[in-house]
């Protein structure tokens, strides 16, 4: 069976959750069936560029194109799902719709592509969660929308052995916007500067000199802000930490989460959103309006060794089910299904 993947980026090692499912999806479905095929329509930095690359860009490259299915990685990207049948769309999760953290324009552009991709003969959400808030927004067949979890690499995410920590370290990487909710760490941090305790929070993004300058505001001594790390570092660092800290207030899905789990790093996460469905028992769910909450759960796991060592195995045992293999045969099976 032909399928073309269209999508601006397949580079699983970018550091971007769309490009990780794309790169690894295409990756595994290549490998159960050799006319998987890739169509990269780029992605510009420009947004002027960016809007006319995703409609116009992406229905000119994919017009002559032949296939029994066209499965659009992105929103942004289906413009030619009207054209191009039997059609998936993948949707990551609709943080535009529901939380302010973009300009107005992108917001309603957005909007205006979850319309076309509602066209398409089938949905792909990666948590359950981003599947109902795509029904309480929009009248959606629950037959046209199947729940797609993505995978962890067990290849590049395993627990290694280490010596204790003569630090008790908590730990944060991903992006750094406001949505991240990195605040609540540091003010955790605060709170916890007489413990024993040191927190290191990894990544980039808008909100960067916002918490540097709270940092310094607050007078943290216990907080290092260690920049990017490439995904070939990533093992480490969770193998670094007795806890990873994941306070966001959304996420399509949150693959941190998952690969904090599989390294068997204690996980201390949001109780909203997709976290609860990653982790269930496997982790410690907050508020993430809570720095209360925060503080006790880093507490507790700190205070016992017992529940560290639970912690650890529940972990690695949620996380062995996920997979990309797993992912791309649920894809194929959709795939089958339509072309019948």
Not at 253 to 275: H, N, R
Request: hydrophobic share 40%; with cysteine.
């Amino acid at each position: 069976m032909k399928v073309f993947l269209i999508g601006p980026n397949f580079e699983k090692n970018s550091g971007q959750g769309v490009s990780k499912f794309s790169g690894y999806l295409y990756e595994n479905l290549k490998s159960l069936d050799s006319e998987t095929k890739l169509l990269s329509i780029g992605e510009p930095k420009n947004p002027y560029a960016m809007l006319i690359n995703n409609t116009l860009g992406a229905f000119f490259k994919t017009l002559f194109a032949k296939a029994d299915v066209f499965h659009f990685m992105m929103p942004e990207n289906c413009f030619p799902c009207r054209i191009k049948r039997p059609s998936v769309v993948t949707v990551y999760d609709v943080i535009p719709l529901l939380i302010n953290e973009r300009k107005k324009s992108y917001n309603t552009y957005f909007k205006n592509m979850i319309k076309i991709a509602l066209k398409a003969d089938h949905i792909v959400t990666i948590s359950e969660s981003t599947k109902k808030d795509m029904q309480k927004l929009f009248k959606i067949d629950d037959k046209k929308v199947s729940v797609i979890l993505p995978g962890v690499d067990h290849s590049l995410f395993f627990p290694l052995k280490k010596d204790k920590n003569k630090v008790f370290t908590a730990g944060y990487i991903g992006g750094l916007g406001k949505r991240k909710n990195i605040q609540l760490i540091l003010k955790t941090a605060k709170e916890l500067e007489k413990e024993n305790i040191i927190f290191k929070i990894a990544g980039k993004g808008p909100q960067l000199n916002q918490l540097l300058e709270l940092k310094n505001n607050l007078n943290l001594n216990n907080v290092e802000f260690v920049g990017f790390v490439p995904e070939n570092k990533l093992n480490d660092f969770y193998n670094s930490l007795d806890v990873f800290l994941f306070p966001s207030f959304y996420e399509g899905f949150g693959l941190p989460v998952l690969e904090a789990m599989a390294t068997g790093t204690p996980v201390v996460t949001s109780d909203v959103s997709s976290m609860p469905e990653i982790t269930k028992d496997a982790g410690i769910l907050i508020n993430p309006n809570s720095v209360g909450n925060m503080k006790i759960a880093i507490k507790k796991i700190m205070k016992s060794k017992k529940l560290q060592d639970s912690m650890r195995k529940k972990g690695i045992k949620r996380a062995s089910e996920f997979s990309w293999r797993k992912s791309a045969e649920e894809i194929y099976k959709i795939y089958n299904n339509l072309k019948k």
